[in-house]
Structures are given as structure tokens and as C-alpha cells.
């Protein structure tokens, strides 16, 4: 293994685990990467192989046919696919979100029916925040559900779910009316279940068509469109009497989506990382490799370090998350630095391939479309740092 980016205190599960991803990745994802990116193609045969590896089950406990792994598992393992491409660390995501959420806060009867079927992939699971005209602030989403009897309907548009066509269950926050003083008690999150697809996958939901975009292409985004959706008060996530709890349950699922994305801009920089200190080798000037250039080689010793600095945040984060104890700060940090210094280790390695960098025919440019999407995705830096400041000014209040 090389001698960046390594983790402490693995277990032999886990370095066996992510040694088999990892192979998966050089052998697998990324010499099929940039011909399924270009095509914007469903990567039908690498999914076939994650499915056969059990990473959709990676942390779904064991009672439901899950491996029964932690979050830091999963945040390595989202590090390595993303390593490979990130396009295929997306799919399994949303889902590992969906899954945490359920087993965090879902009944019995909704861990029963749907754990089983999303450890082995048969049932993926998309998460639905955010909507057209509301980004991060989550109490300003106007999708509701109204209350009929024993049914709520719901109506509203939500966007950027990614995984919006080919998942079976949307976990769904939308606003209801509970009577609580404050928005946040106005709100519950659903579990939406549908075929998966485009076009109306259930009676009044709709999945209208993939959002194009600069990069991070091969997976799938959407909106979802509510039209009278009706739903029995058992898709409450955690059952009926959960109903208000939405909006505590999905932050509970944010920190696991911002360690997510810390994992994501890791492995992003790490194969940015290895791009450039190749090609620094192979390419020469003046007479030797430019590498040996201290332009060059101050430029190498910098992204070393941010790559080091990002992972150690983002284990933290994790292990913390892990252990019990509450994790916003330091998942903020750890998205925060990861995600800002992936765009800069890119950039750099972008800059040490000179014109080819400008060339298709080179991952870099890839990556160069794709590490923006990390200082947005989860809550921007500005968002991240609203979050850290008021952590750290609770903890040190001034006396």
C-alpha cells in the first residue's frame, strides 16, 4: 500500500475489505472510467461486481444479511471507489445514508422488509432534502404532506437526488403540520417506495428526467415530482409516532453524508496525487524529469500533506461518529478540508500536466469537473463553517 493516506488500528476484516476494493478499482473502474464518464454511461458491469462484494450490505448489521461494518469501513471504501471514480462511489452513497437512516430510527417492521433487500442491492435506497428553490436552508422547503385519515398526500418538487431513477426507496423530508413551535418540529421524513425508472414509478410521484451536468456523470440525478402521493402512516420513518422527527433524523444522516463527502475528495485527491507524480516523472525539461524540478517537487510535497491532513480529519470523523458521541463539528471540518483542498491538489496536478491536462485523453480533466461538485455537495465551506463556528463558540462560551 503506498504511504499516503493510511489508516491506524484497522482491524484484519478491514484491511482485507479494503484491499479488495481497492484491487477492484485498479482493475475494474478505472480503466473503464473515462469511456463511461465521456458517455455519461450507467456502469452496469462494475455495479454488478460491487453487488457481488457485498458493499451494499457493507454496514447493514448482520441480523439483516448485512457485513455489519463501520462507519470508517464504509468511509474507506467510499475513498477507494472514488479513488477510481467518483461517479461510482455515488451509487452506493444515497444508499448507505437511506440504510443508516433506517437502522438509526426505522421500525422493525421497515428494518425486516427493506434491510435484506438493500444489503444485497435488490433495493437502493436515494435521500431528498433539497429542493428547486431551497438549498441549505433546509426550513425553507415547502413540499408537504397533509394528513387524511390513516394516509398523508404528499405534494411538492425535490431536486438533486442522486440515484433519483434507479433507487426502490426515497427517504423524503417534507413539512408537516405537528403543531410544534418551531419548523423543525413541522417536519417528517418519509420513506417513499417506487419502481425504479423514470416516467410516473408511483402513483402520483415522478422522476421526470436526469439532470445534466458538468461532471460526476455515469450515476444518475433527478428531481422528484409530488402529486398526490399517498402514503399510510407507516412509511413515517420509525412508524407513526415518529411523525415531527424528520428534521433530527436527517441531520443524524447529514453527518454520516459529510463524512461521505470527506471520504470522497480523499480518494479524488489521492488519484489526483498519483497522476501528477507519475507524469512528473515521465515528463522531462531541460534536460530531467520535472519532478526533480523544486517547482515541481514543492508542488508534490504540498499535496502529500493536504492529502494527509484531509484523511486524518476525515478518520476522526468517523471514528467519533462510531463511538456514540456527536460528530457535526468535526464531519464539518472534515468536509470542509477535504473538500477545499481536493480542489486545490486537482488544480495543482491539473497545472503539472501542462497542456495535456486540457486533453480528454487524461483523467485529470476528469477530475478537474469533478472535485466542484465536493465544496457544494452536503453544504457548501461557507455552510460547513457556519456549523464549526457555532460548535466551537458553545463549547468555549466566554464566562
Known sequence: MARLARTPGLSDVQTA????????????????????????????????????MGLFGLTIG?????????????????????????????????HFIVAYLISQHGSEEQKQRLLPRMATGEVRG????????????????????????????????????????????????????QGADSVYGNMTTFLLEKEPGFGETAPGLTIPGKIEKMGYKGVETTEMVLSGHRVSESAILGGAD??????????????VGRVNVAARACGISIRAFELAVAYAQQRATFGKP????????????????????????????????????????????????????????V?????????????????????????????????????QKTIISRGLLKEYRAR
Open 290 to 345: 520535472i519532478a526533480q524540478h523544486q517547482a515541481i517537487a514543492f508542488k508534490l510535497a504540498e499535496m502529500g500533506t493536504k492529502i494527509e491532513a484531509s484523511h486524518a480529519l476525515m478518520v476522526n470523523a468517523a471514528r467519533l461518529k462510531d463511538s456514540g458521541e456527536r460528530n457535526d463539528v468535526e464531519a464539518g471540518m472534515a468536509k470542509l478540508l477535504a473538500s477545499e483542498y481536493c480542489h486545490e491538489i
Open 17 to 52: 475489505i479494503l484491499e479488495t476494493v481497492r484491487e477492484f478499482a485498479d482493475k475494474e473502474i478505472i480503466p473503464r472510467a473515462q469511456r463511461l464518464e465521456h458517455a455519461d454511461e450507467y456502469p452496469e458491469e462494475i455495479l454488478a461486481g460491487m453487488k457481488e
Open 126 to 177: 436515494a435521500f431528498s432534502m433539497s429542493e428547486p428553490n431551497t438549498g441549505s436552508d433546509v426550513a425553507a422547503i415547502t413540499s408537504k404532506a397533509v394528513r387524511d385519515g390513516d394516509t398523508y398526500v404528499l405534494n411538492g418538487q425535490k431536486m438533486w437526488l442522486t440515484n433519483g431513477a434507479y433507487s426502490s426507496v426515497v427517504a423524503t423530508l417534507v413539512k408537516t403540520d
Open 242 to 255: 415518529k411523525a415531527g422527527r424528520g428534521f433530527y433524523q436527517m441531520m443524524d444522516g447529514i453527518e
Open 347 to 383: 488544480t495543482e496536478s491539473f497545472r503539472i500536466h501542462g497542456g495535456y491536462g486540457f486533453s480528454k485523453e487524461y483523467e485529470i480533466e476528469r477530475l478537474m469537473r469533478e472535485a466542484p461538485f465536493l465544496l457544494i455537495g452536503e453544504g457548501t465551506s461557507e455552510i
Open 62 to 94: 448482520e441480523e439483516y444479511g448485512g457485513l455489519g461494518e463501520s462507519l470508517l469501513t464504509y468511509a474507506l471504501v467510499v475513498e477507494e471507489l472514488s479513488r477510481g471514480w467518483m461517479s461510482v462511489s455515488g451509487i452506493v452513497n444515497t
